[in-house]
């Protein structure tokens, strides 16, 4: 069992950056690739980036490649979103999620909200 904690989300000015936090709890943690997926309103959830158990492996979707960095620390048992050049369609609730869209264990959502 994971559970997953997000943080850090906030209202930032286009160009800015975020970076948001996902405390997880769980002794099986460090075995799993971990996601960040977004939802902005009207529209389907998305991926945004992978990290895998190691972290020596990462993907980004298109849309935030050399603008977001994933990474993870499994000592403190979280992973982290770098957001920089914050667009106003980066906005959207960001989730936290182990395993895969298909896996049972996601966060509760931090809001991203980019203004222009």
């Known amino acids: 069992q994971v559970q997953l904690v997000e943080s850090g989300g906030g209202l930032v000015q286009a160009g800015g950056s975020l970076r948001l936090s996902c405390a997880a709890s769980?002794?099986?943690?460090?075995?799993?690739?971990m996601n960040w997926f977004r939802q902005a309103p009207g529209k389907e959830r998305e991926f945004v980036a992978r990290?895998?158990?190691?972290?020596?492996?990462?993907t980004y979707a298109d849309s935030v490649k050399g603008r977001f960095t994933i990474s993870r620390d499994n000592v403190k048992r979280t992973i982290y979103l770098q957001m920089n050049s914050l667009k106003p369609e980066d906005t959207a609730v960001y989730y936290c999620?182990?395993?895969?869209?298909?896996?049972?264990?996601w966060g509760q959502g931090t809001q991203v909200t980019v203004s222009s």
């Open positions: 990290i895998s158990w190691s972290g020596g492996s990462t």
């Open positions: 999620n182990a395993g895969g869209y298909s896996s049972k264990y």
């Open positions: 769980g002794r099986t943690f460090s075995t799993y690739a």
